[in-house]
């Protein structure tokens, strides 16, 4: 079974710029989340698709969205990049039911300047 | 609310000597717990995991975790380290339920081998 993947795997923007990242999770996996891994803060959690649906969010402003595909796939796109959105941006798919650990992909390297 | 702290930022131990990472979580019922290892400039990848009965868990790599709840504590054990063990770990709470996905993770282990 393919893991899941994530594109591009580095990226170099600039400020007030905009990004999609992509995320295609392992077959028959329907929920997505995304982590925000930076020096400073650690890895923190962004928001979680489920079923094209947002089902839950952490504590980042608006500048940050999501959206879900019907084949579950997954894209992040964060709006006027600011310095401190340089991080690696971390997708992670779950199987269905809740004793299901998430795996993760390689990740997208993230540099603003 | 939900935490987990890693008390030890970086830790070298020489290769062949044994291994104990610690993890101390705060959580109000039973939390499903984590460890995870991300090699540099690598995504994570699970180690072991402990949701509910026996609680020693065996996971990859010859690593195992015993969970105390009186102690609120999720220790990462190996006996034996190889210097590919070198790399940083991440212990993570989840809540169960809908909000499984929401992971919050400690601020990582730095694991360094000495040869």
């Known amino acids: 079974k393919a893991g899941v993947t994530q594109t591009p795997r580095y990226l170099i923007k600039t400020r007030g710029q905009q990004v999609t990242l992509s995320c295609s999770p392992i077959?028959?996996?329907?929920?997505v989340s995304w982590y925000q891994q930076t020096p400073g803060q650690g890895l923190q959690f962004l928001f979680e698709?489920?079923?094209?649906?947002?089902?839950n969010k952490g504590n980042f402003p608006g500048r940050f969205s999501g959206r879900q595909f019907s084949n579950s796939r997954s894209e992040m796109n964060v709006s006027t990049l600011e310095l401190g959105d340089s991080a690696l941006y971390l997708c992670?798919?779950?199987?269905?039911?809740?004793?299901?650990?998430?795996?993760f992909g390689p990740g997208t390297r993230l540099t603003v300047t | 609310a939900q935490s987990v702290t890693q008390p030890d930022i970086h830790i070298t131990v020489s290769e062949g000597a044994s291994l104990e990472l610690r993890c101390n979580y705060s959580?109000?019922?039973?939390?499903?717990l984590f460890w995870y290892v991300q090699s540099p400039g690598q995504g994570l990848q699970l180690l072991l995991k402990?949701?509910?009965?026996?609680?020693l868990v065996q996971g990859i790599k010859g690593f195992e975790a015993e969970f105390k709840r009186s102690q609120s504590s999720f220790n990462l054990r190996k006996p034996s380290v190889h210097w590919s063990d070198a790399a940083e770990y991440f212990c993570?709470?989840?809540?169960?339920?809908?909000?499984?996905?929401?992971?919050?993770f400690g601020s990582g282990t730095r694991l360094s081998i000495r040869p």
């Open positions: 077959s028959g996996h329907r929920s």
């Open positions: 992670a798919s779950r199987g269905t039911g809740e004793i299901h650990e998430q795996y």
């Open positions: 402990y949701f509910s009965g026996d609680t």
């Open positions: 993570a709470v989840g809540a169960r339920g809908s909000s499984a996905s929401k992971i919050i």
């Open positions: 959580y109000g019922a039973t939390p499903y």
């Open positions: 698709y489920f079923s094209e649906t947002q089902r």
